[in-house]
């Protein structure tokens, strides 16, 4: 489909299509094949998520619990934490993989501008430390 979708925020937790363009973030707590277009200023890939992306994913931070299959292009940092999983192809400025995250991708890591640096560093910050929560 190619409809457009553009919002604040945005949780998946089932199937969409279509272009999806959100301004702060996505959190993706959806398990099976996710066949549309996302662009976020950040994404969350949540612990209970098994999923298969059709179309690269564009970021500029990623924090993975769950699992993934697919491509992202990312401004800024991945963060894969304990028990995450990226499988296919990413770009971005840095990675980080905890102890017991698994990355099995081809990679392209590419250096930053300081002043990106700061901005990533502090967006990346917030939401490691929980700042946006799912919803009840």
């Known amino acids: 489909s190619s409809a457009l979708t553009v919002c604040r925020e945005a949780v998946i937790a089932g199937k969409v299509s279509g272009t999806l363009v959100c301004e702060t973030l996505v959190r993706l707590v959806y398990s099976g094949r996710l066949s549309c277009q996302i662009k976020t200023k950040s994404m969350v890939i949540e612990k209970e998520s098994r999923v298969e ?6 970021t500029n ?5 769950g699992q993934a299959v697919g491509n992202f ?3 800024g940092r991945i963060w894969i934490d304990k028990g995450g999983l990226i499988e296919g192809r990413i770009a971005a400025h840095s990675v980080v993989v905890e102890r017991g995250g ?4 081809e990679s392209s890591v590419r250096p930053m501008l ?3 640096s700061v901005k990533t560093e502090e967006a990346f910050d917030t939401l490691v430390d929980g700042e946006y929560p799912l919803p009840a």
């Open 114 to 116: 300081q002043e990106d």
């Open 102 to 105: 698994v990355l099995v991708a």
């Open 53 to 58: 992306l059709s179309y690269p994913i564009e």
């Open 61 to 65: 931070e990623l924090i993975v619990y």
């Open 73 to 75: 292009e990312c401004a």
